[in-house]
């Protein structure tokens, strides 16, 4: 069969993991998850194998072409055949990877990644509130657009701010971004191809992830609290991780922009994502 690989025969039953111990995080992007992944990952580390604690590696079957020609480093330059192999050898030896997988991560490997799972406790993460969703997510790519490749960058630091949640102790992001979008005077507009991709990701989460998988649990953050994560992981975070907390997405469109936004999804909205226990919180005026 194409695509199977050596260590195929070793894979153990899915019995052999109690669902409970070693769960999988589902999720479209922006959605929580670097959040509540935080607390998976600390869970794992006495039940599993943990990567660094970062999205760059709890985003296992992430395709970045930035990563892989940019980033002098291994890892990202592995395929997803080279990772799944990875899976399949950690579990000949009874271990399991704690990750992540975002939606558009898995649409091209999910047969094979459906196949790799089943059985297992599965997590499906949603936003009840579509439209800060996808504002969130559309503020963003607005803001990719206008920077490019470049990386985000502190005066007083080596490292950089990425354009996810800043961790609590990373102070520094918040006006970094804010400082980014004037100087390459970022234009927050609506595109129809971002819109596109969310239509697409939705559904395939909603009708094809959540349809097709034993029973996830499926949990919408409006709902979650550190309470919760805590109780449920049975783990603490000295730093935990947190939304921007002065960044009002809506403020940087302008009103006639904000509409269209609006009036576009609204309509995806009215047509289908109401069906899916999503809600519309939103009152808009023009």
Same mark, same amino acid.
């Given at each position: 069969?194409?695509?199977?690989?050596?260590?195929?025969?070793?894979? &153990?039953?899915?019995?052999?993991?109690?669902?409970?111990?070693?769960?999988?995080?589902?999720?479209?992007?922006?959605?929580?998850?670097?959040?509540?992944?935080?607390?998976?990952?600390?869970?794992?580390? =006495?039940?599993?194998?943990?990567?660094?604690?970062?999205?760059?590696?709890?985003?296992?079957? #992430?395709?970045?072409?930035?990563?892989?020609?940019? %980033?002098?480093?291994?890892?990202?330059?592995?395929?997803?055949?080279?990772?799944?192999? &990875?899976?399949? *050898?950690?579990?000949?030896?009874? &271990?399991?990877?704690? *990750?992540?997988?975002?939606?558009?991560?898995?649409?091209?490997?999910?047969?094979?990644?459906?196949?790799?799972?089943?059985?297992?406790?599965? &997590?499906?993460?949603?936003?009840?509130?579509?439209?800060?969703?996808?504002?969130?997510?559309?503020?963003?790519?607005?803001?990719?657009?206008? #920077?490019?490749?470049?990386?985000?960058?502190? =005066?007083?630091?080596?490292?950089?701010?990425?354009?996810?949640?800043?961790? %609590?102790?990373?102070?520094?992001?918040?006006?970094? *971004?804010?400082?980014?979008?004037?100087?390459?005077? #970022?234009?927050?507009?609506?595109?129809?191809?971002?819109?596109?991709?969310?239509? /697409?990701? %939705?559904?395939?989460?909603?009708?094809?992830? %959540?349809?097709?998988?034993? =029973?996830?649990?499926?949990?919408?953050?409006?709902?979650?609290?550190?309470?919760?994560?805590?109780?449920?992981?049975?783990?603490?975070? =000295?730093?935990?991780?947190?939304?921007?907390?002065?960044?009002?997405?809506?403020?940087?469109?302008?009103?006639?922009?904000?509409?269209? #936004?609006?009036?576009?999804?609204?309509? /995806?909205?009215?047509?289908?994502?109401?069906?899916?226990?999503?809600?519309?919180?939103?009152?808009?005026?023009?």
């Amino acid at each position: 069969m194409k695509g199977k690989s050596q260590y195929e025969d070793f894979r &153990l039953p899915p019995r052999a993991v109690p669902r409970a111990e070693r769960p999988l995080l589902i999720s479209l992007h922006k959605s929580g998850s670097t959040w509540v992944f935080s607390y998976i990952h600390k869970h794992y580390r =006495k039940r599993g194998i943990t990567m660094p604690p970062n999205n760059f590696y709890s985003e296992f079957f #992430v395709d970045d072409p930035y990563f892989s020609h940019k %980033i002098k480093n291994e890892f990202f330059k592995r395929s997803s055949e080279e990772r799944f192999a &990875l899976l399949e *050898l950690l579990r000949k030896f009874g &271990l399991e990877l704690a *990750l992540k997988a975002h939606v558009p991560e898995i649409i091209d490997i999910w047969p094979r990644f459906k196949e790799f799972y089943k059985g297992y406790g599965i &997590l499906v993460l949603k936003r009840r509130d579509i439209f800060s969703h996808y504002l969130n997510i559309l503020f963003f790519h607005c803001v990719k657009e206008a #920077v490019g490749d470049r990386r985000l960058r502190g =005066k007083e630091e080596e490292g950089y701010t990425s354009l996810v949640p800043s961790k %609590i102790y990373h102070g520094q992001s918040e006006d970094i *971004l804010k400082s980014t979008i004037i100087e390459y005077n #970022v234009q927050f507009k609506h595109h129809d191809i971002v819109l596109k991709r969310f239509t /697409r990701n %939705i559904r395939f989460l909603n009708d094809v992830v %959540i349809e097709e998988l034993d =029973k996830p649990e499926v949990l919408f953050t409006e709902d979650i609290t550190t309470d919760w994560l805590r109780n449920r992981f049975k783990v603490d975070l =000295k730093k935990t991780v947190e939304p921007f907390k002065t960044l009002d997405f809506a403020s940087y469109f302008k009103p006639e922009e904000l509409k269209i #936004v609006h009036d576009k999804l609204y309509e /995806r909205f009215d047509n289908e994502f109401k069906y899916m226990g999503y809600r519309w919180e939103i009152d808009f005026q023009a």
